[in-house]
């Protein structure tokens, strides 16, 4: 069966410091994914997602980027975090070549930025 | 610009009854439609999906779909206490694979 893992689960990061998050999944290849950010009170907004290594598409300008380097391997990173960057940060999959029948999250990573 | 409206409530319902939950959403090229269930603290978990117009049934949970009034709506019959949740309205974006959210509903259902 396919599973998703995202880590870590909790972090707390100073103004200005770098961050990395990383999701993979298991199970399954050629995946799309997806990363979502829900902050506090706001809906759930896509960032970026992926149809394969190395193709990444932004829906948000920000100072976010996500990078894949394997099929099953993305990843969300900034230079420097802003306080607005606090939020739920999610990753998601589906199975690429299928009719779409929605998508499966991960357990998410809560960010706080003070 | 692609808009997903639903009451963010809180909706309160006492146990066994029916809770009615609506969404309306402006991307009228929407085909496919998805309900999501999330618990406070949690990551969104897939309870429905609907594609066609009318409704859809799946043990408690019926989604109804009417894409002329660009209206999907989630009934939970028989509603439990383990249904407290926010529930979140996604339908698909045309010629993407993406899903765009509402907000989301709060239910509490009350014992």
């Known amino acids: 069966s396919q599973t998703i893992h995202q880590w870590p689960a909790t972090l707390v990061q100073p103004v200005g410091s770098p961050l990395s998050l990383e999701c993979t999944v298991e199970g399954t290849s050629n995946p799309n994914l997806y990363w979502y950010r829900q902050a506090a009170g706001r809906g759930l907004q896509l960032l970026f997602y992926?149809?394969?290594?190395?193709?990444i598409s932004s829906e948000v300008p920000q100072n976010l980027s996500a990078s894949r380097p394997q099929d099953r391997q993305f990843i969300l990173s900034s230079k420097k975090l802003l306080l607005s960057d606090s939020g739920f940060y999610l990753c998601a999959w589906n199975q690429r070549g299928r009719g779409f029948d929605g998508y499966t999250f991960g357990s998410g990573t809560r960010l706080t930025v003070v | 610009q692609k808009e997903v409206e639903q009451n963010s409530g809180p909706l309160s319902v006492p146990e066994g009854a029916i809770a009615s939950l609506n969404c309306t959403y402006s991307d009228r090229g929407s085909q496919s439609f998805f309900w999501y269930r999330q618990y406070s603290g949690k990551s969104p978990e897939l309870i429905m999906s609907?594609?066609?117009?009318g409704d859809k049934e799946d043990g408690r949970f019926t989604a109804q779909l009417n894409k002329a009034s660009q209206y999907v709506s989630l009934l939970i019959r028989d509603s439990q206490p383990s249904d407290s949740a926010t529930y979140l309205c996604a339908p698909k974006e045309t010629g993407a694979n993406n899903l765009f959210f509402g907000t989301g509903t709060r239910l509490t259902v009350i014992p």
């Open positions: 609907i594609y066609s117009n």
């Open positions: 992926s149809v394969g290594i190395g193709q």
